[in-house]
């Protein structure tokens, strides 16, 4: 017998019973605020083509590419925001109200295994589509903090920051598109030595090449953006600060402003954000459970420009953080098991119909036993009573 047959692929795991139902209803609240804000689901292919992908920096070599039949390229969907905006632009082309999406979805991604990160994961998320502004991003980053608050999520933190904030700082600079690419991507992987020799290297006046240097560590609240208001000179860079500011001041409407903060040097690897965007973390934990912004562009590559802001959450990540936190439920509902005597099989089935139409979780026998057997059984199927129909 070959080793393989009996491992999972990298970067895979197996979800055990309990783990299983405890993910499945988490889920299950999850899309039903979802429903309740007004966001109707929708389900894309598992795969796509290539092309689809191509130009959003997901087609890279962190995607599972194979060929059809026909020998065009296909690829495991990495994200969800893309094939959204696809189909919305193909199959929901002539409706032009403000859409609002919502999606369950496997996402596949090859990625260095560890804690929270795993080559096949669970999202859940939403998109609105057609609504530009303020208040649709107000919207998104509340329902982003009741979805966390739906999962079972209780110490937990929302940081904001604004990709135009940082594009402005770069036009104003005079980058090039290499040097742009060094300092966001030392952004992302939170690299503060790379950044300050980036940014020494650029060459950059020496005004700009200190907020450069200060942006791993621009955190905090309002008073932040007032002081940034006074340093920054470029007229994008202000409104972007202004922008957040308004965001913020809706966000007390929606009672939400207790959970944000701000983090100017706040940038994600995917790199269709184009406003606002933003990461949730719970206390202790190294990895970011939600994420999402505003992506204005995208939908000009499938011919249908439209602005567009949305989320999505790990559920796998979600779902480690409750288990090490002691708060997710893997013990399951009650369960009674039916057995019955020999003689008796059509009895016990009938005796389980009646209780499964009473609400209760039945397993039923799968042979006759005697009585004892079937206290037995009760224990070695985890069921906390037995129904016993004698002969």
């Known amino acids: 017998m070959s080793d393989s047959i009996l491992q999972v692929p990298y970067g895979t795991r197996d979800v055990l019973p309990g783990e299983a139902a405890a993910r499945r209803q988490m889920e299950d609240r999850i899309c039903s605020l979802f429903a309740r804000w007004g966001y109707d689901e929708v389900a894309t292919p598992t795969f796509e083509y290539l092309d689809t992908f191509a130009g959003s920096g997901q087609a890279d070599e962190g995607a599972f590419k194979f060929f059809d039949r026909k020998g065009s390229i296909l690829m495991l969907r990495t994200d969800m925001t893309t094939p959204i905006a696809r189909m919305v632009s193909t199959r929901m082309r002539k409706d032009t109200g403000v859409k609002r999406l919502s999606y369950r979805a496997q996402l596949f991604r090859y990625e260095e295994a560890q804690a929270g990160r795993q080559c096949e994961f669970t999202q859940c998320g939403i998109e609105m589509m057609g609504a530009s502004g303020a208040p649709a991003d107000a919207e998104v980053i509340a329902l982003a903090v009741h979805t966390l608050l739906e999962a079972g999520l209780k110490n937990f933190y929302i940081t904001l920051g604004q990709m135009e904030f940082i594009n402005g700082l770069i036009e104003a600079a005079a980058l090039t598109d290499e040097q742009a690419k060094e300092i966001k991507h030392c952004l992302i992987k939170r690299n503060a030595a790379g950044l300050e020799q980036a940014v020494e290297s650029a060459k950059i006046p020496e005004q700009l090449a200190n907020i450069f240097k200060d942006l791993l560590f621009l955190h905090g609240g309002v008073e932040l953006l007032n002081d940034m208001q006074q340093r920054v000179l470029s007229r994008r860079c202000w409104n972007a600060l202004e922008n957040l500011r308004e965001i913020y001041e809706l966000a007390k409407a929606y009672d939400v402003a207790q959970y944000l903060s701000f983090d100017l040097g706040l940038t994600r690897s995917l790199d269709y954000y184009t406003g606002m965007l933003f990461e949730g973390y719970a206390a202790g934990m190294g990895y970011s459970l939600i994420g999402g912004g505003r992506y204005d562009n995208m939908m000009q590559r499938f011919g249908k420009p439209c602005p567009a802001t949305g989320f999505a959450l790990g559920i796998d990540r979600i779902a480690l953080t409750l288990q090490r936190q002691g708060s997710l439920d893997v013990e399951g509902p009650e369960t009674v098991l039916v057995a019955y005597a020999e003689g008796k099989t059509a009895e016990g089935i009938t005796l389980?119909?009646?209780?499964?139409?009473?609400?209760?979780?039945?397993?039923?026998?799968?042979?006759?036993?005697?009585?004892?057997?079937?206290?037995?059984?009760?224990?070695?199927?985890?069921?906390?009573?037995?129904?016993y129909v004698k002969g």
Not at 370 to 386: D, G, P
């Open 352 to 387: 389980a119909c009646s209780l499964r139409k009473e609400g209760r979780r039945v397993r039923l026998a799968d042979r006759d036993m005697t009585e004892e057997e079937a206290r037995q059984a009760a224990k070695e199927n985890h069921c906390v009573e037995y129904r």
